[in-house]
């Protein structure tokens, strides 16, 4: 495994970032144990000028003025229930950001089944309230950097290279004219 992505790697067009997280690993630290799933599912979602962001019309709450900070925090928000894990994109005072859709589970399975009170492999991750059910992400996550190797969550590189198959955003109304969501070809572990 290769080192944890550095905050240079966000800092750029939340596109790319989407497309070149696939493959990479998702590790969240609980105690002395790590959870790790490989990226395998992610949509991009750009700032003021886009009607499913959370900045769209320049919206600045309490919670997304993190997207307006430094690339590479966290952007934790619920909807129907479930945290979704978000990363900042973009140099500081450009707000965009990449949901991490769905994952792979390689490290830690059993206690992500318990976590989701889940059996079936398939349904473990595939979904983003899903994945951090069963990687224990909360709202306590919320504007922490990723980058930073001691977190208790950041993303680490890989050698794979996947083959990234693109479409529109799931569940958006309004979305943009070009594809946002990226997932990896042939993978059993995206959205259902």
């Known amino acids: 495994m290769c080192g944890v992505l550095p905050c240079t790697f966000y800092a750029r067009d939340p596109r790319d970032v989407a497309r070149d997280l696939l493959g990479k690993i998702l590790v969240r630290r609980l105690g002395a144990v790590y959870l790790k799933v ?17 900045a769209y019309g320049g919206r600045r709450t309490k919670l997304t003025e993190v997207m307006w900070g430094p690339p590479g925090r966290t952007l934790i928000y619920m909807v129907h229930g ?10 500081e005072g450009t707000p965009s950001a990449v949901l991490i ?4 589970p390689l490290t830690g399975i059993n206690l992500m089944k318990r976590f989701r009170k889940e059996a079936n492999l398939y349904n473990l991750t595939t979904g983003p309230a899903k994945l951090t059910q ?20 950041f993303v680490v590189d890989s050698d794979y290279k996947p083959i990234v198959l693109t479409s529109k955003r799931i569940g958006v109304k309004g979305d943009l ?15 259902r």
Do not use: Q
């Open 134 to 153: 069963a990687l224990r992400i909360t709202k306590k996550h919320h504007n922490i950097d990723i980058c930073d190797e001691t977190s208790d969550l």
């Open 38 to 54: 490989m990226i395998t599912e992610t949509e991009a979602y750009y700032g003021p000028d886009d009607p499913a962001s959370r």
């Open 82 to 91: 479930g945290w979704l894990l978000n990363i900042v994109t973009e140099p």
């Open 177 to 191: 004219p070009i594809d946002m969501r990226f997932y990896i070809k042939d993978s059993r572990f995206v959205s």
């Open 101 to 104: 859709r769905a994952g792979e």
